[in-house]
């Protein structure tokens, strides 16, 4: 019923329960899980992972935190492990992180293209991290995405308006558990304005813990939470975002 489009299973907060874990997402209601990476080491792992569980995918690529030192063997890699593996779909989580600047913004620039580029020629949909980089994000994915290539705006923070303009472009985006906060009239916003045929469910796990868990470690099984705000919201049922979300993911990630 459930497709959590973006958590991090291999992330060390799950190495005491990782296997007991997801063995349990399935009676929880949750069908798919697609698990990007954020590194070389984490691109790897992704795969390992989604390759020992049927219901798991994964995605491959460096997060903007991580591409000071990459280099142009690690996008060969990032190739290799994308077309040498079934479970892999999509290229990511890239994109640029101007709130911890922790690698230099040129750096970030680069190596989202050069990824958006992999992902273009591979005819991969690719996964977006954007915090506090709103504008040179948009222009970015304006600018080099292939009109076949699938897009989307992992845990969206920007503006209903710019959801919009990225659904223009063909860019779904991904609700996570922040909608929940109390406080969080944009993304709320962005709910009510986008349209469900757009818009995918995911927790970022183990990170941003919805309501009513936030503090605790996330888990794919707290999706659910993103699907009853949303409903409540839209004014529709449980089950229509569901189901429509998971459609979508399903869709975009050319799963059958």
Same mark, same amino acid.
């Given at each position: 019923m459930l497709f959590?489009?973006?958590?991090?299973?291999?992330?060390?907060?799950f190495d005491e329960d990782r296997d007991e874990l997801i063995k349990s997402l399935r009676e929880k209601d949750v069908d798919l899980v697609v698990n990007p990476g954020a590194d070389m080491e984490t691109s790897r792992s992704a795969v390992e992972l989604s390759n020992k569980y049927d219901f798991i995918y994964s995605a491959v690529g460096v997060h903007?935190?991580?591409?000071?030192?990459?280099?142009e063997s690690d996008l060969e890699e990032l190739k290799i492990l994308a077309k040498s593996n079934d479970k892999v779909?999509?290229?990511?989580? *890239?994109?640029?992180?101007?709130?911890y600047?922790?690698?230099?913004?040129?750096?970030?620039?680069?190596? !989202?293209?050069?990824? *958006?580029?992999?992902?273009?020629?591979?005819?991969?949909?690719? *996964?977006?991290?954007?915090?506090?980089?709103?504008?040179?994000?948009?222009?970015? *994915?304006?600018?080099?995405?292939?009109?076949?290539?699938?897009?989307?705006?992992?845990?969206?923070s920007a503006s209903a308006e710019m959801a919009k303009e990225y659904i223009k472009l063909g860019c779904h985006i991904s609700i996570p558990g922040t909608v929940? !906060?109390?406080?969080? &009239?944009?993304?709320?916003?962005?709910?009510?304005?986008?349209?469900?045929?757009?818009?995918?469910?995911?927790?970022?796990?183990?990170?941003?813990?919805?309501?009513?868990?936030?503090? &605790?470690?996330?888990?794919?099984?707290?999706?659910?939470?993103?699907?009853?705000?949303?409903?409540?919201?839209?004014?529709?049922?449980?089950?229509?975002?569901c189901n429509a979300t998971k459609e979508n993911a399903k869709r975009f990630f050319g799963i059958r």
């Open positions: 959590d489009s973006h958590a991090h299973l291999n992330d060390e907060r903007p935190h991580d591409v000071s030192n990459m280099t779909v999509a290229i990511g989580e *890239i994109g640029l992180d101007y709130y600047d922790l690698s230099p913004r040129d750096k970030q620039k680069y190596w !989202f293209i050069k990824q *958006i580029e992999l992902a273009n020629e591979l005819n991969l949909p690719f *996964i977006v991290h954007d915090r506090d980089a709103h504008g040179d994000t948009f222009d970015i *994915i304006k600018k080099y995405k292939a009109p076949h290539t699938g897009c989307v705006l992992h845990s969206f929940t !906060f109390k406080n969080n &009239k944009k993304t709320v916003n962005v709910v009510k304005e986008t349209p469900l045929e757009w818009m995918f469910i995911e927790t970022d796990s183990p990170y941003m813990t919805p309501v009513p868990y936030r503090g &605790k470690r996330n888990d794919p099984s707290m999706v659910k939470y993103v699907a009853q705000k949303i409903a409540l919201e839209k004014g529709i049922s449980y089950e229509e975002v």
